[in-house]
């Protein structure tokens, strides 16, 4: 779903290759599909699924599937997460949802409430909208 | 009025991402990608380039640089850049449409008050202003919302317009015409039977594409918009009513142009002052020598003999006299700056001071007072001259000459100047009559 959609030509401009950044003040009630990064420092009532980083900053919110290249943890997470790379849970983190990716991280101090799969194809397991076992 | 986007914290929808969903912020978000669905700002609101929302958009300010189709309320301004694309309804207190925007919206507004109109008109048009916000949304929700397609109308002026649609009480919308020609404000009613009674607001439906834009200010109540009238129900707005053109010039008074701002007031002419050690009498100072020259040239008294000058047309004779003393300030504008004069510009011919059919003479006795003068200088008894002393000035119109050469010019003396007093024996100068040779 993330593939079938590509940015505008016209994305060229000064923004093309910002992070969207989810301000601390910022209620996004829906899903958030990105070509770049996605930075969520507020919060996201929704799947958030990006071809590059998804970070939860410290005080972010995410109640949905989070899917991306690498997905870092420092807030709170409500809902699994994909990573092709990496998922790194950073501590005072919440986790609540499985986490699917060939390497994970959790550190010191952080609450993980589910199901680690390390998948050994590098893959990271099921992609979100795929059939898992969610 | 820009978002600050330097702040790392500020909400920014990349280029690339899209949105699907409603946003709601307490803080300043910026679009460059798409959002579809509902965007609640409370802060302000920016639409970049290649941004583009389709829905429901709410902010205190709104920049639109990209695409928004839907419903765009702010509180405030609204600013819709030379590339925006607008489709949809704008209700704002203020609304900047820049040259090349693309618009198709339909505008609500309100008027109560005309400065310099007729107060029935005025009145009327302010009977038919909504109650309340969300009256007027009611009403938009269930009014027909005009085609988009049709942006290449040209034929309206520009107008402004101080709207407040979403105002919760009927507070007045001033419209402030412009000084000439007084615009005509005429709401009227579509003339239809199968339209109801005149709507309860004055509606617009904006179809132009901009070519002469117009950047308010803050604090300007003026909206520039080519408006298109028409009554609640109409299908095609073009069809109820013909095209009303407005021409309401913005409550804020002109800004001074650039050059108004830099260029001084202009200088009056330098005074030429004679002098006196030339002519002892005052009353024989007939003919004054005024030069072409730069401020800092040094001017010193020339001898001068009547021989040397070339016949006028009316027989007067050109005579010359010595310049101004040294101690004499330059001429500076009231600001202090240095005139034209004074920078050694080319004066543009002050008539009364270089007749323009004298020039061609006086520069040739010029030239021969510089020939004359370095010849006799030793001898006479008059301050000597060195003719290196005396600086030319720089006049590119004039005939080729030698560094060395001064430029002069003489002005001829007035009628009874010449007929009633005696010729300066010092100069040894006299009258010459029309035909003298």
Known sequence: MTASWSPPR????????????????????????????????GRVEGDVRADGRVTIERRGEVQGTIVGRRVDVAGTLVGPAHADERIEVRLDAVVIGDLFAPRIVIADGARVDGVVHMDVDGRGGARAGEDDDE | MRVKTTTSDDAVIAAGTRVIGEIVAREPLRVAGRVVGAVDVRGSLRVERDGLVRGRVSAARIEIEGVVVGELSAQGAVTIGPRAQVVGALSADRLAVERGAALAIDVDVRVEGLAGDATPRASRVASSAPSSGAEARARRATSPRPAASSVGDERSTPTAVSASAHASTPDPITVTPAAAPTPTLA???????????????????????????????????????????????????????????????????????????????????????????????????????????????????????????????????????????????????????????????????????????????????????????????PARATPSVEPASIEPAPRASQAPRTSQTPIWTVRRAREDDVDGGAPSKRLRLRPRKRGDT
Not at chain 2, 300 to 328: F, H, T, Y
């Open chain 1, 10 to 41: 016209g994305a060229r401009g000064p923004d093309a290759g910002l992070e969207t950044r989810v301000g601390r003040a910022m209620l996004v009630r829906g899903d958030v599909e990105s070509t770049g990064d996605v930075r969520v420092f």
């Open chain 2, 187 to 377: 709401i009227d009613p579509q003339p239809d039977a199968e339209v109801p009674p005149p709507p309860l607001r004055a509606r617009y439906v904006v179809h132009a594409r901009r070519r002469e834009g117009v950047t308010l200010a803050p604090g300007d109540d003026a909206l520039f918009v080519t408006e298109r009238p028409h009554a609640t129900g109409v299908e095609d707005p073009r069809q109820a009513a013909p095209a009303r053109t407005r021409t309401i010039a913005p409550t804020r008074a002109p800004a001074p142009s650039r050059m108004d701002a830099v260029e001084p007031p202009p200088e009056p002419a330098p005074e030429l002052i004679p002098d006196a050690e030339a002519t002892p009498e005052p009353r024989r100072a007939r003919h004054r020598v005024v030069e072409r020259r730069r401020t800092d040239a040094e001017i010193l008294p020339v001898p001068i003999e009547a021989s040397m000058m070339a016949p006028a047309d009316d027989g007067d004779v050109a005579d010359a006299r010595p310049p101004p003393p040294p101690e004499r300030p330059q001429p500076t504008s009231p600001r202090g700056w240095p005139t034209a004069f004074a920078a050694g510009a080319q004066l543009a011919d002050p008539p009364e001071l270089v007749p323009p059919r004298a020039r061609p003479t006086t520069f040739a006795v010029a030239e021969q007072l510089a020939a004359q003068m370095s010849a006799r200088a």
